[in-house]
Protein backbone atom coordinates (compact mmCIF):
# COMPACT_ATOMS: atom_id res chain seq x y z
CA UNK A 1 0.00 0.00 0.00
CA UNK A 2 1.00 3.54 -0.50
CA UNK A 3 3.61 5.20 1.74
CA UNK A 4 3.51 8.47 3.64
CA UNK A 5 5.63 10.81 4.63
CA UNK A 6 3.89 10.39 8.14
CA UNK A 7 4.80 6.80 8.51
CA UNK A 8 1.54 6.02 8.13
CA UNK A 9 0.18 2.98 5.31
CA UNK A 10 -2.73 2.85 4.55
CA UNK A 11 -4.98 -0.29 5.90
CA UNK A 12 -5.17 -3.32 3.34
CA UNK A 13 -8.82 -3.86 2.19
CA UNK A 14 -11.60 -2.46 1.09
CA UNK A 15 -11.69 0.48 3.91
CA UNK A 16 -7.36 1.10 2.27
CA UNK A 17 -8.76 0.81 -1.17
CA UNK A 18 -11.92 3.74 -0.42
CA UNK A 19 -8.54 5.97 1.63
CA UNK A 20 -6.80 5.77 -1.78
CA UNK A 21 -9.16 7.80 -3.12
CA UNK A 22 -8.43 10.96 -0.92
CA UNK A 23 -6.77 13.54 -2.48
CA UNK A 24 -3.06 13.82 -0.89
CA UNK A 25 -2.23 17.00 0.39
CA UNK A 26 1.21 18.98 -0.44
CA UNK A 27 2.99 17.23 2.81
CA UNK A 28 2.27 13.97 1.57
CA UNK A 29 1.04 12.73 4.96
CA UNK A 30 -2.15 10.02 4.95
CA UNK A 31 -5.97 10.84 5.29
CA UNK A 32 -5.89 10.28 9.42
CA UNK A 33 -2.89 12.78 9.92
CA UNK A 34 -4.55 15.13 6.87
CA UNK A 35 -7.69 15.28 9.43
CA UNK A 36 -5.97 16.32 12.54
CA UNK A 37 -7.47 19.68 12.04
CA UNK A 38 -10.73 21.66 11.17
CA UNK A 39 -9.04 22.81 8.18
CA UNK A 40 -7.76 19.86 7.14
CA UNK A 41 -11.84 18.10 7.43
CA UNK A 42 -13.09 20.97 5.49
CA UNK A 43 -10.47 20.64 2.76
CA UNK A 44 -11.47 16.99 2.28
CA UNK A 45 -15.07 17.75 2.34
CA UNK A 46 -14.80 20.26 -0.59
CA UNK A 47 -12.05 18.60 -2.49
CA UNK A 48 -15.15 15.29 -2.89
CA UNK A 49 -17.14 18.26 -4.18
CA UNK A 50 -14.84 18.15 -7.24
CA UNK A 51 -14.59 15.74 -10.48
CA UNK A 52 -12.00 12.95 -9.77
CA UNK A 53 -8.38 13.83 -11.00
CA UNK A 54 -8.65 11.17 -13.41
CA UNK A 55 -11.93 11.78 -15.61
CA UNK A 56 -11.77 8.18 -17.48
CA UNK A 57 -12.21 7.10 -13.32
CA UNK A 58 -15.02 8.94 -12.18
CA UNK A 59 -15.63 8.62 -8.38
CA UNK A 60 -17.72 6.03 -7.54
CA UNK A 61 -20.68 7.60 -4.82
CA UNK A 62 -20.69 4.63 -2.38
CA UNK A 63 -16.75 5.71 -2.22
CA UNK A 64 -17.79 9.54 -2.06
CA UNK A 65 -20.39 8.39 1.26
CA UNK A 66 -17.80 6.42 2.88
CA UNK A 67 -15.24 9.44 2.08
CA UNK A 68 -17.55 11.65 3.73
CA UNK A 69 -18.32 9.10 6.73
CA UNK A 70 -14.34 9.28 7.36
CA UNK A 71 -14.08 12.78 7.64
CA UNK A 72 -16.77 13.34 9.35
CA UNK A 73 -15.55 10.32 11.94
CA UNK A 74 -12.26 12.02 12.56
CA UNK A 75 -14.31 15.29 13.05
CA UNK A 76 -16.59 13.84 15.80
CA UNK A 77 -13.92 12.12 17.61
CA UNK A 78 -11.61 15.67 17.87
CA UNK A 79 -14.80 18.42 18.11
CA UNK A 80 -14.30 19.48 21.87
CA UNK A 81 -10.30 20.06 20.91
CA UNK A 82 -10.30 24.28 21.22
CA UNK A 83 -9.54 24.42 17.20
CA UNK A 84 -12.57 22.40 16.22
CA UNK A 85 -14.71 23.54 19.21
CA UNK A 86 -14.18 27.10 17.26
CA UNK A 87 -15.37 26.11 13.72
CA UNK A 88 -17.61 23.59 14.27
CA UNK A 89 -20.36 25.77 11.96
CA UNK A 90 -17.83 25.52 9.37
CA UNK A 91 -17.35 21.92 9.55
CA UNK A 92 -20.95 21.46 9.01
CA UNK A 93 -21.51 23.64 6.30
CA UNK A 94 -19.06 22.10 4.19
CA UNK A 95 -20.97 18.39 5.61
CA UNK A 96 -23.85 19.99 4.24
CA UNK A 97 -22.40 21.21 0.84
CA UNK A 98 -21.11 17.89 0.17
CA UNK A 99 -23.73 15.83 1.16
CA UNK A 100 -26.15 17.96 -0.92
CA UNK A 101 -23.45 18.00 -4.02
CA UNK A 102 -22.34 14.51 -4.32
CA UNK A 103 -24.72 11.72 -2.68
CA UNK A 104 -28.20 11.63 -3.49
CA UNK A 105 -31.56 11.80 -1.37
CA UNK A 106 -31.37 7.93 -0.44
CA UNK A 107 -27.88 7.95 0.68
CA UNK A 108 -28.30 11.43 2.89
CA UNK A 109 -31.22 9.25 4.53
CA UNK A 110 -28.57 6.12 5.24
CA UNK A 111 -25.88 8.64 6.42
CA UNK A 112 -28.30 10.32 8.77
CA UNK A 113 -29.38 6.79 9.90
CA UNK A 114 -26.12 6.02 10.58
CA UNK A 115 -24.92 8.97 12.55
CA UNK A 116 -28.11 9.08 14.59
CA UNK A 117 -27.02 5.86 16.04
CA UNK A 118 -23.81 6.97 16.74
CA UNK A 119 -24.10 10.26 17.99
CA UNK A 120 -27.71 10.82 18.41
CA UNK A 121 -30.65 13.17 17.05
CA UNK A 122 -29.22 16.56 17.69
CA UNK A 123 -26.34 16.04 15.94
CA UNK A 124 -28.21 14.55 12.91
CA UNK A 125 -31.05 17.38 13.33
CA UNK A 126 -27.40 19.88 12.39
CA UNK A 127 -26.50 17.94 9.53
CA UNK A 128 -30.22 17.84 8.08
CA UNK A 129 -30.10 21.38 8.54
CA UNK A 130 -26.76 22.09 7.29
CA UNK A 131 -28.14 20.45 4.35
CA UNK A 132 -31.15 22.64 4.11
CA UNK A 133 -29.04 25.57 3.84
CA UNK A 134 -26.76 23.96 1.05
CA UNK A 135 -30.13 23.63 -1.15
CA UNK A 136 -30.76 27.01 -0.70
CA UNK A 137 -27.36 28.19 -1.43
CA UNK A 138 -26.84 26.52 -4.08
CA UNK A 139 -30.54 27.15 -5.71
CA UNK A 140 -29.83 30.54 -5.10
CA UNK A 141 -32.33 31.59 -2.64
CA UNK A 142 -30.97 31.64 0.37
CA UNK A 143 -30.34 35.53 0.88
CA UNK A 144 -32.16 38.11 -0.36
CA UNK A 145 -33.20 38.52 -4.54
CA UNK A 146 -31.73 42.27 -5.15
CA UNK A 147 -32.94 44.98 -5.32
CA UNK A 148 -34.30 43.69 -2.36
CA UNK A 149 -35.94 47.01 -1.82
CA UNK A 150 -38.09 46.69 -4.75
CA UNK A 151 -41.85 45.78 -4.29
CA UNK A 152 -42.05 43.25 -6.81
CA UNK A 153 -39.50 41.49 -5.14
CA UNK A 154 -41.00 41.64 -1.82
CA UNK A 155 -43.49 38.73 -1.72
CA UNK A 156 -40.77 36.37 -3.22
CA UNK A 157 -38.20 37.74 -0.81
CA UNK A 158 -40.52 37.53 2.48
CA UNK A 159 -40.64 33.43 1.62
CA UNK A 160 -37.18 33.27 1.24
CA UNK A 161 -36.83 34.45 4.48
CA UNK A 162 -39.40 32.36 5.09
CA UNK A 163 -37.40 29.00 4.40
CA UNK A 164 -34.22 29.81 5.90
CA UNK A 165 -36.45 29.89 9.12
CA UNK A 166 -37.95 26.67 8.40
CA UNK A 167 -34.54 25.45 7.02
CA UNK A 168 -33.18 26.20 11.00
CA UNK A 169 -36.10 23.63 12.32
CA UNK A 170 -35.74 20.79 10.15
CA UNK A 171 -36.19 18.10 12.88
CA UNK A 172 -37.04 15.15 10.46
CA UNK A 173 -35.66 14.00 7.35
CA UNK A 174 -38.73 14.07 5.64
CA UNK A 175 -38.61 17.84 5.92
CA UNK A 176 -35.55 18.16 3.66
CA UNK A 177 -37.45 16.43 0.82
CA UNK A 178 -40.24 20.15 1.09
CA UNK A 179 -36.81 22.27 1.09
CA UNK A 180 -35.69 20.64 -1.90
CA UNK A 181 -39.29 21.04 -3.79
CA UNK A 182 -39.55 24.41 -2.40
CA UNK A 183 -36.59 25.50 -3.81
CA UNK A 184 -36.88 24.70 -6.82
CA UNK A 185 -39.99 26.62 -6.53
CA UNK A 186 -38.16 29.69 -5.21
CA UNK A 187 -35.63 29.23 -8.09
CA UNK A 188 -37.63 29.28 -11.08
CA UNK A 189 -39.74 32.35 -8.99
CA UNK A 190 -36.71 34.12 -8.70
CA UNK A 191 -35.69 33.51 -12.80
CA UNK A 192 -39.50 34.49 -14.19
CA UNK A 193 -39.56 37.62 -11.78
CA UNK A 194 -35.81 39.07 -12.23
CA UNK A 195 -36.14 38.20 -16.17
CA UNK A 196 -39.54 40.46 -15.51
CA UNK A 197 -37.75 43.06 -14.53
CA UNK A 198 -34.95 43.11 -16.91
CA UNK A 199 -37.45 42.96 -19.81
CA UNK A 200 -39.12 46.17 -17.85
CA UNK A 201 -35.64 48.07 -17.15
CA UNK A 202 -35.16 47.51 -20.88
CA UNK A 203 -38.18 49.11 -22.25
CA UNK A 204 -37.59 51.97 -19.44
CA UNK A 205 -34.43 52.92 -21.04
CA UNK A 206 -35.75 52.53 -24.14
CA UNK A 207 -38.50 54.72 -23.20
CA UNK A 208 -36.19 57.22 -21.72
CA UNK A 209 -33.77 56.81 -24.98
CA UNK A 210 -37.17 57.83 -27.28
CA UNK A 211 -38.22 61.19 -25.68
CA UNK A 212 -34.58 62.34 -26.42
Not at 23 to 38: A, E, I, V, W
Request: positive net charge; contains cysteine; hydrophobic residues 40%.
Amino acid sequence: MARFTCGHELPAGRVGANLAHVPRDSGNRCPGCQLKSPTGVIRLLRNLQTPAPDPQKPRDASIAAHLIMFAFERFMAQRKAPGFRARLEEVFGALGETCYLVLDRKQIRGFTVTVRGKWGIEVTKKIWRAVGVAVLKTNGVYDPIQPAEAEILTTLNNMIEFMRGRVAAVDRVEQLDIVYSSAATLRTLRDDVTSALSELEDGFTKWDAAGK
